[in-house]
């Protein structure tokens, strides 16, 4: 059957808060959790990742997760150990003592940044590409990708790996029209991700239609996942005010982008 209810980790951040708003149209019930409480959600769990009780509790009676908790950029190796390794390990390990079946993990573009993005006739980047973090926090998205590999054919808990690319209302740089996922496109792609059957652990690119697209979106599809939208919509307007991506910058040489030569730090 459907997953009905959802724990949605990481539900105070951007990605979080947005889903909050769009999920539940597709008929589920989120529960929320995260470190930061929510304006208004007096039912929201706000607790920590490396909270084990609190996670145990927060998995209860659900029938499918989306973690998105985590910290979202670059940081030191200890912060992101505790948070992205070991919170996504505790996460996993509540989820398998009460029984939990399936996870959408916010995995990242970053978890193969520094792979050469692709440009004329190249052609798309596949999604079994071998993996090439550009920080500790892509670093940290291999692990939890591979801790899904792990408990799937350990445990026989599903997940789908979604390799997010810049999911916000509109682009807000030449590369991101490539990289581009729609929000409205995201609450598609994670509705697919519940309800697909046999995922089994299944890695994903996440992005809209993008004309300018890097990556194949060939196993988004598989789950039936059917993008709506293209950031082409914004080119011109972002073109003009950047320019085309230069094949001689290096900020614009890999996919992860900047990230790959002067990450944005987590600013706690
Ligand atoms: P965000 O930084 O806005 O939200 C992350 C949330 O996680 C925050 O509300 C924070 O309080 C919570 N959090 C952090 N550490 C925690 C901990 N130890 N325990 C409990 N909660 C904790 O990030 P955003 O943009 O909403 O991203 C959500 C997820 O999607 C992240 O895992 C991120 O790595 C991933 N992602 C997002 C992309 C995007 O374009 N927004 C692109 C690729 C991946
Ligand atoms: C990410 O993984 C970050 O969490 C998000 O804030 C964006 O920077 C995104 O990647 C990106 O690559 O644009």
């Not at 995260?34 to 998995?59: C, M, N, S, W, Y």
């Not at 890097?214 to 950031?231: C, I, N, V």
Request: overall charge negative.
């Amino acid at each position: 059957p459907a997953p009905r209810t959802v724990l949605l980790t990481g539900a105070a951040g951007g990605l979080g808060t947005l889903m909050r708003g769009l999920l539940p149209a597709y008929g589920y019930e989120l529960r929320l959790f995260d470190a930061t409480p929510i304006e208004g959600e007096p039912d929201a769990i706000t607790a920590d990742l490396a909270d084990k009780e609190a996670l145990r509790e927060a998995v209860q009676g659900v029938d499918a997760i989306i973690h998105l908790a985590g910290i979202s950029l670059e940081s030191t190796f200890d912060k992101i150990l505790r948070a992205n390794i070991e919170g996504t390990y505790n996460l996993y390990e509540a989820a398998r003592t009460e029984g939990v079946g399936r996870t959408v993990f916010a995995s990242s573009n970053h978890a193969i940044g520094f792979t050469p993005r692709p440009q004329g006739d190249d052609p798309l980047i596949p999604v079994e590409t071998p993996r090439r973090p550009d920080t500790f926090y892509g670093l940290s998205k291999c692990f939890g990708e591979d801790l899904a590999q792990l408990y799937w054919d350990l445990h026989g808990m599903e997940t789908v790996s979604v390799r997010i690319g810049s999911c916000f209302l509109e682009p807000n740089s030449v590369r991101m029209l490539s990289v581009w996922l729609s929000p409205g496109d995201c609450a598609r792609l994670f509705h697919a991700a519940l309800t697909a059957e046999g995922v089994g652990h299944s890695v994903v690119y996440g992005s809209s239609a993008n004309t300018r697209l890097w990556w194949d979106l060939t196993s988004a599809r598989a789950l039936g996942y059917e993008p709506q939208d293209d950031s082409e919509q914004f080119a011109e307007k972002l073109i003009a005010e950047q320019g085309e991506l230069d094949p001689d910058n290096r900020d614009h040489a890999f996919l992860g982008g900047t990230f790959a030569t002067n990450p944005p730090r987590w600013p706690y």
